[in-house]
């Protein structure tokens, strides 16, 4: 399962960066996929998960500023993250069922 991160890049505090993450159809109907962020000297952290049959949930430290989508015509999963501050700076994971992981894609906030 191949999972490509983009989106990532600088961006400026109170402004808005929308991550996709391009896999096939199948590992995008077959099992959970989520984003996980991992800050420079933190432990990595799950922020948001998308389920088979819909389910969302969040970190409740993301909630209603980061949402994950999934557009099943472009096999891509987006996580639109909102009002951006300094305390989202990390790389961000693409995971598919907490076992296929992407290359992460840099996510800095000044």
């Known amino acids: 399962v191949q999972l490509v991160e983009s989106g990532g890049g600088s961006a400026q505090a109170g402004g808005s960066l929308r991550l996709s993450c391009a896999t096939s159809?199948?590992?995008?109907?077959?099992?959970?996929l989520g984003w996980f962020r991992q800050a420079l000297g933190k432990q990595r952290e799950g922020v948001a998960t998308l389920d088979s049959d819909g389910t969302t949930v969040y970190a409740d430290s993301v909630k209603g500023q980061f949402a994950i989508s999934k557009d099943k015509a472009k096999d891509t999963v987006y996580l639109q993250i909102n009002s951006l501050s300094p305390e989202d700076t990390a790389v961000y994971y693409c995971?598919?069922?907490?076992?296929?992981w992407g290359q992460g894609t840099q996510v800095t906030v000044s």
């Open positions: 995971v598919r069922a907490f076992e296929n």
């Open positions: 159809k199948y590992a995008l109907t077959s099992a959970c």
